[in-house]
Structures are given as C-alpha cells and as structure tokens.
C-alpha cells in the first residue's frame, strides 16, 4: 500500500511542472525537490513544506494549516 496519494503527487508535479522539480520516496512518503534541496512531503493525503523560519507563523494561520511531526 502507498503512504501518500498519487493523485496528490501527480498534482504537485503539474504545479511545478515549469520548474525543476523531481519526486524521490523517502520514508514511506514521497519528497519533492529542486536540484538537490527537498521542499516538500507528501505522506497520506497531507503536503508539508519547508518554510523559512521567519515564514512559519504566517502559514500556521492558513485554515486548515498545522506543523507536521515526525514520528
């Protein structure tokens, strides 16, 4: 069984599509890149990304936005 949705990572591939950006599977999810820097997770049906500290609080405060924990 898949950890993340394909049809979330077909979506986020399109988005990017203009861009460099690969998908490698990495702890059961998939990550996604530019170059050699990850950017993004998807895992179930959840997409996380790496922000910038300084841009943290701003996206806690997009509905249905939450920091995303390892296990």
Do not use: N, S, W
Not at 41 to 66: N, R, S, T, Y
Request: proline letters at 6%; aromatic letters at 12%; charged letters at 25%.
């Amino acid at each position: 069984m898949l950890a993340y949705r394909p049809m979330r990572y077909e979506q986020m591939m399109q988005a990017a599509a203009a861009y460099d950006v690969r998908a490698r599977r990495m702890f059961g999810g998939m990550g996604i890149y530019t170059g050699e820097k990850m950017f993004a997770f998807l895992l179930d049906d959840e997409v996380g990304f790496k922000l910038a500290p300084d841009h943290v609080c701003e996206a806690l405060d997009i509905p249905g936005a939450g920091p995303m924990y390892a296990a």
